[in-house]
Structure formats: structure tokens, C-alpha cells
């Protein structure tokens, strides 16, 4: 799967056929962009590096702040100043950046530095990054878990130099950018350097090596050199006394001579920054006699990128799909490893408390990644799903909260407006599914406790809050909180958590079977009315019964309605308003309403969800750079495609995946130590795409299932199950059939359906992809 991942995908704005049919009437509020970033990474690593551009909002690109509509560009062409690290994968505005300590090969002098040079043959692979300068000078860059390795190409020319910029963060657009509080730097060897930069209140220490033997090593401060200098110290830095300080090599080069720099990175200060280094890279000097010549020191940065293709190959093989359409291959792999990218974890590296264990940063956002991306993680790397859940119990320990997004700062913006009680979504997914490695005693200390916090209280005191959204999500809450409370045996606060659940009701206008008038975040009350509930048995009445229930949604998803224009270039605030209005599905734009598909199935309907489901696939998703139809928000939508086309949709936090038609003929997923099948009989492969008179892919519905050699009539099965591994076989036709309209999906109102196996019933087996 690795050798069809394209990481341009969802860099440039979205350049997809025009929509057709249902697609057609699906509105778009947020911008038409990915916000992905081509650049090395590793499998949910702390380090990436990519090209510096200062675009918005990975720093790569060419384009400007945008949060709906079509982008409005920067820059005409790909451009660099350098090469950062850090970058956020897809996400929006959230104030924060990243792209620290650039690095600039250059052959001009110092004075220009913060340029930008046109950049041509850009080539990108799972963990590699290539580009050429018009300078002549050709980049490459790979990394490791806590480590970039760069590898820079010169042409001759007497005045060759590397350069890091220690003051560089952020973006170039208006208040992008983000400066250090304090730095220190110091030459500590012929080659090596440490140092520490201070950014919102995270200390971010380097040890770095360049390789350059007959290059002279030397700091400047301002873009002026300090010949002999050998530290510089800032302890208060202030926005406006803030002059570029750094680190630079410098000496004549002859065409192909390699200079190659490592950095190690750590949270924790340089002696671990360079323990990180060696960790990854291997510690000690090369044995070349001058720039370029030592092939020991190519091998460095061979190495390591082979191995984090290894790492990179392992978890892209977890899940395999059976297509001749290399156009469908590609989109399907590189979904996959965006969904793989973030978030960074970071093992022993907290800055903020003292104790070794889990730590994860960039976690943006849960709003985006806690129905999709997370159960993904959960299945495909369990082990990794239980260090993130065990970094996010000890955030709330030691800040006194969960967060709904955590950044690489201190005082980190909590993104609490989006929403309340996601972190409880995803314990309580780890606890149904018995993984081991987690306290839950402990854990339902901290899940009570945040329940208590922010709209909590309110929730408590009125058994509502706004906006109204919160009010779903924190008597969802309350719902994770009573399994894991009835897990480790505390039946009366499983009971009175069960009845705080049941004020969802309290969310919804009882005359329209509609969430009552609220503020919605990026969205309408339609966009969040048909989310997946854990009662849907008892909210689908509130809309006056099943068929009413149905023509909501239908008019929800546009079936019969009219094409709509999607907002342009700078739309203006009476088009989105207008836009708004239609009260339409946001067509995977955006994450509101993403789970809304599925809602058909309580309903007895999943020839429906069959038909908005394929629309999405076929017409929202693509190849090239315009190839997704929002922001990926940290694997948030890419995530949603890989579940989707697999024919399955986790209901997150409830043991639960909803069943539908797969768009490949077969496909397997491993699971730990177990394998989940799934195989089609009837399947008719989609015409390419790339046929102009290809008439467009024809819906298929499910006709009939087997689960494990047994028929399955019902339209879904228990995580714990799908865990366990097995065979799922799926007929398909057509036309719509009877199956799945019958035994509809469980609800749990007080806690009546089955739970989930303890522990000690089923085995777990964690598969371990690290290195």
C-alpha cells in the first residue's frame, strides 16, 4: 500500500469533476482545501519536515488565510525560505503553527535570508521529502520519531552555507507568527550545536550535528556573523526588540557535494534532545574527510529513512483492498496514512510535569477526530490508542481537565467551544473492548470530575446547556462514564450517570423533532439534529415516528432538491448566510454532520445511507492536490473515507459499527494479533474515472450478509467482534432489499443492552509497530 500513497493530496484547493445527482445539493461552508502538507513523517511521531513557506496553515503552499470558500493564494508558485519542522496535518485556524528552527542551504549571502526560492521537482513518499531550490540546490528530508535528518545537494560555488534560524515560528501572515520568550544556543564541537527555544511557554531543545569538516561553523544574531563566538543567551525576548538569531556552516562547494544535518528534538532539554538524536540516528561523528565525500555519512540519512519506510510499510499493510483501479488504490492509501500522521505522540517528553510515561501534543482536534480517526487508531494500533488515553488521563490530572484539542503550549487553547466529553467517548470505546494497560478506576475518577467542569455545570444544575450541543455531548457523557463505572462494579453511580444520559432529550424542540434554536459551531441545528445518539430508539419519535424521521433526513441530504452554487473567491456574509439556510448536508466540507449518513439505519433505511455514502466516495474524493473536498483535520475526514469505503462506521463510544455496502470487492484489516475480512459477492467494479464517457458508479445496496458463516440480517455488529477478527460477507445488487430494516441498531437507554465482555472473557492482543 505504500508505493500508492500520494502525500500531495489535499495541499492545493479542490479540484474535483463537478458534483452530480444528490452530490450536487450538498453545501459547503468551510474552505475547499485539504491543509495538508507533502512533508516527511513518521507513523503518529513528534517531528515532521516539510518546505517553509509561510502559507497558510501548515506553512507550506501558496495560499492565505482562509476559513470558508475557495482560498485566495499568496504566493504564484511553490515557494520556500527554507525547511521547518513541526507542521500541523490539515487542521484550520487554531493559532498555532509549529514550523521551528528553519533551515535555509543557501548560496547567497546571509543578508537575503528569510528569501524565497521557486521550488521544481517536488517528490514526496510516506517519511521523504525532496525538492530543488532555483538556487540549484536540491533538499531532502526525512525524519525519525524525535528527529529530522536533512540532506542538502549544492552546485559549486565559493560560498556554500547551511543556516538554521533559531527565531523562526509560525506563519507569514498577519499574526502568525510566533516568536521565542527565551533561547540559548552554543557551539559544543566541530559539527555540533545545542540549544533551547522557549515558544509559548514549551521549552524546545535541539542537538544538532552537520557533518561539514572543512566548512566553518560560526553563530550570527541579526544576519551579521559572530566570527569566534561560540553562545548566545536571550532571556526575555519581546515581539517588538526581536532580531533572527542562529547557527550556520559556511564554505566553498563543488557540484553533488552533500552536506547532511541531523537534529534531534525533546521537550525535556538538550542532554535528552540528543539522546533522541543517537536514539534515532545513531550517536557519533561520520569518518569523511571533507563536505560530501563520506558515504558513511549518506548512509546516515539512508538509514533512517529506510527505516521509517519500514514503520511507515507496517502500518499501511494493517489494511489491504482489492481494486484494479490504481486511481481508487491511491486515494484509499493515502487516506490511510493521513489518518496515521497525527497525533504526535510523544512519550517521556511532557514539559510541564515531571514523571516519565505517555504524552501526546497536537491533538487537534478532538472535535474532528473522535468518531472517525480514533476508533481507526484503536483498531489498527491498540497499543498506541491506549498510550494516547493514558497521556490524555494524565492531562486532566495534572491541568485539571480533559482537553477537546491540546497543542504544544502551555495554557494550551482547549477548542472548548466545539464541544464537551470527547476524551470519555474514546475511554469508553478502550473499556468496552477490554484493552489492557489502563486504570479505570483512576480513569473514572478524572471522567466524573471533568463532567463537572465548564457547561458541566450548568448541565447539572438545569439539565441543559448552550450551545445546545453540549448538551448531547455531555449526556453522551454521562453515558460513556456509567460503562465505565459498571466495568469496574460501581452499580449505583452507573445508575445515577444513566439517568443524567437521558437529558439529551432536553436538546431538542419536541414540535419539529429538531434541536431547539442555539449557537452551532461551522454549522445549523440541521447539521447536528441527526448525530448518533445513544437513544436513537427514543429521539426518532420526536420527529414523529420513523417515516417522519426519514423525510427529515432525505430533505437533510437534498434527495429531489435542487444543485446549489458553493461559496467562491472571499464569499461575503449574505452568501453564506443564504447558504446556511438550506439546512443542508455539509457533504464531508466539514465534521458536523459527518456521522448524519448512518442515522438511516435506526430508521431501517440503509438502502439510504447506501446512497449518500457512495455519492461522498465516488464525488467528494480524488486524486491530486485538490483532491479532498475540506480541511483533513488531522486524519478527521481522510479517516471517515477509509471507514466508509470499507463499508463500516464506528458509533464511537458505543461497541458498536454500523454495516454497509463496501465500495472494493474485498478487503481485510488487521486487528493485533487477529483479522478482520470482509468479501463481496456481486460487486461491479466502478468505471474509472479517468473514462470521460464512463457513465457515473451505480449505487449497490446490500442484499444480503454472513457474519463469520452465519447469516446477519441486522445491519451491524459489536466492536468486541469485529476485534476478535473474522469473515464478513457481503451480497450485493441494484436494487434496495429488505435486509437491515428490521433488527435495528441497539440504543441504550439506563443502561438495557448487553454489555460489553469483561476483560478476562476475550483475548487482546496488541501488535506493536514501533520501532
Known amino acids: 500500500m505504500i508505493d500508492h500513497v500520494d502525500p500531495f493530496i489535499g495541499t492545493e484547493p479542490t479540484a474535483l469533476p463537478a458534483p452530480t445527482g444528490l452530490a450536487a445539493t450538498w453545501w459547503w461552508p468551510k474552505p475547499q482545501i485539504g491543509n495538508t502538507h ?134 507569514a501572515i498577519p499574526y502568525g507568527s510566533t516568536l521565542p520568550l527565551r533561547a540559548h ?125 519500514k514503520t511507515w510499510r507496517k502500518h499501511l499493510k494493517l489494511i489491504t483492498v482489492e481494486t484494479p483501479s490504481k486511481k481508487r488504490r491511491a486515494v484509499f492509501a493515502t487516506a490511510l496514512y493521513h489518518s496515521l500522521v497525527k497525533p504526535c505522540l510523544a512519550p517521556n517528553e511532557s514539559p510541564f510535569w515531571p514523571a516519565d510515561g505517555a504524552f501526546a501534543f497536537d491533538i487537534s482536534t478532538m472535535w474532528d477526530i473522535y468518531r472517525t480517526q480514533l476508533p481507526l487508531l484503536t483498531a489498527l494500533v491498540p497499543e498506541r490508542a491506549v498510550e494516547l488515553a493514558n497521556a490524555l488521563l494524565t492531562i486532566c490530572e495534572e491541568e485539571g481537565n480533559f482537553p477537546i484539542g491540546y497543542r504544544m503550549a502551555r495554557g494550551s487553547d482547549r477548542f472548548s467551544r466545539q464541544a464537551s466529553a470527547l476524551a470519555h467517548t474514546f475511554l469508553a470505546d478502550l473499556c468496552q473492548l477490554g484493552l489492557p494497560g489502563i486504570d479505570w478506576n483512576g480513569a ?34 454521562y ?75 432525505d430533505e437533510f441530504f437534498g434527495f429531489g432538491a435542487e444543485p446549489v452554487i458553493q461559496p467562491g473567491l472571499r464569499p461575503q456574509a449574505d452568501e453564506l448566510l443564504a447558504g446556511y439556510a438550506l439546512g443542508r448536508f455539509e457533504g464531508l466540507n466539514n465534521e458536523p454532520d459527518m456521522d448524519a449518513p448512518w442515522a438511516y439505519h435506526y430508521a431501517g433505511r440503509p438502502d439510504r445511507t447506501a446512497e449518500v455514502v457512495h455519492n461522498v466516495i465516488h464525488q467528494m474524493f480524488g486524486t491530486g492536490r485538490g483532491g479532498l473536498p475540506g480541511n483533513d483535520d488531522s486524519g478527521g475526514l481522510s479517516s471517515w473515507y477509509v471507514w466508509a469505503s470499507l463499508g463500516l462506521f464506528p458509533v464511537a463510544g458505543q461497541n458498536l459499527f454500523l454495516v454497509n455496502a463496501p465500495s472494493f470487492e474485498a478487503a481485510s484489516i488487521r486487528l493485533g494479533a487477529n483479522t478482520f475480512t470482509i468479501r463481496t459477492e456481486g460487486f461491479v467494479e466502478p468505471a474509472s474515472a479517468s473514462d470521460q464517457d464512463a457513465a457515473p458508479a451505480a449505487v449497490q445496496y446490500v442484499q444480503s450478509a454472513r457474519f463469520n458463516d452465519e447469516p446477519l440480517a441486522r445491519s451491524w455488529i459489536r466492536a468486541t467482534d ?22 435495528l441498531p441497539p440504543s441504550a437507554t439506563l443502561l438495557t443492552t448487553a454489555s460489553a465482555p469483561s476483560p478476562a472473557t476475550r483475548p487482546v492482543n496488541l501488535a506493536t509497530l514501533q520501532e
Open 38 to 171: 507533502p512533508g516527511a513523517t513518521h507513523p503518529l511521531g513528534m517531528v515532521s519536515a516539510c518546505a517553509y513557506s509561510g502559507a497558510y496553515p501548515t506553512g507550506y503552499g501558496r495560499y492565505d488565510l482562509s476559513l470558508e470558500g475557495v482560498p485566495s493564494t499568496i504566493h504564484d508558485t511553490q515557494l520556500a525560505s527554507g525547511f521547518t519542522h513541526f507542521q500541523q496535518s490539515g487542521t484550520g485556524a487554531i493559532r498555532k503553527y509549529y514550523n521551528y528552527f528553519r533551515v535555509t542551504p543557501m548560496v547567497e549571502p546571509l543578508d537575503v535570508l528569510g528569501r524565497t526560492w521557486q521550488l521544481s521537482d517536488e517528490q514526496a513518499e510516506p517519511g521523504w521529502y525532496s525538492a530543488t531550490l532555483d538556487s540549484g540546490v536540491t533538499a531532502e528530508l526525512t525524519v525519525g520519531p524525535k528527529s529530522a535528518v536533512h540532506r542538502y545537494t549544492f552546485p559549486r560555488d565559493r560560498n556554500a552555507r547551511v543556516v538554521i534560524d533559531f527565531s523562526q515560528g509560525g506563519l
Open 185 to 309: 544556543l552554543e557551539s559544543v564541537g566541530i559539527g555540533r550545536a545545542a540549544g533551547q527555544i522557549v515558544v509559548e511557554g514549551a521549552p524546545l531543545s535541539v542537538y544538532i550535528e552537520c557533518d561539514t569538516p572543512q566548512w566553518r561553523q560560526m553563530l550570527w544574531y541579526d544576519r551579521r556573523l559572530m566570527p569566534g563566538g561560540t553562545r548566545l543567551d536571550f532571556d526575555h525576548i519581546r515581539p517588538t526588540t526581536l532580531r533572527p538569531f542562529g547557527l550556520m556552516w559556511a564554505g566553498p562547494s563543488e557540484p553533488g557535494d552533500v552536506i547532511e544535518l541531523r537534529i534531534g528534538f525533546s521537550l525535556r532539554g538538550v542532554e535528552q534532545a540528543k539522546q533522541n538524536l543517537f536514539d534515532d540516528v545513531g550517536g557519533g561523528s561520520g569518518s569523511g574527510s571533507g563536505a560530501g565525500t563520506s558515504t558513511a555519512l549518506i548512509s546516515r540519512f539512508e538509514s533512517r529513512r529506510e527505516r521509517t519506510r
Open 444 to 477: 473514572l475518577v478524572h471522567m466524573s470530575d471533568d463532567l463537572r467542569r465548564t457547561y458541566g455545570e450548568e448541565f447539572l444544575q438545569r439539565g441543559v446547556t448552550h450551545p445546545i450541543t453540549h448538551t448531547l455531548d455531555l449526556a453522551f457523557g
Open 479 to 553: 453515558w460513556c462514564t456509567a460503562r465505565v463505572a459498571k466495568h469496574v462494579g460501581d452499580t449505583a453511580l452507573a445508575t445515577q450517570f444513566a439517568e443524567l444520559a437521558t437529558r439529551w432529550r432536553n436538546a431538542f424542540d419536541e414540535t419539529s423533532g429538531l434541536l431547539k434554536e442555539s449557537t452551532y459551531y461551522e454549522g445549523t441545528l440541521y447539521n447536528y439534529s441527526f448525530r448518533l445518539l445513544h437513544d436513537m430508539a427514543s429521539r426518532i419519535p420526536l420527529s414523529g415516528g420513523t417515516e417522519a424521521f426519514v423525510r427529515q433526513l
Open 722 to 743: 469485529l476485534h476478535r477478527g473474522g469473515e464478513l460477507v457481503i451480497v450485493l445488487g441494484p436494487e434496495p432489499s429488505d435486509w437491515g430494516t428490521t433488527e
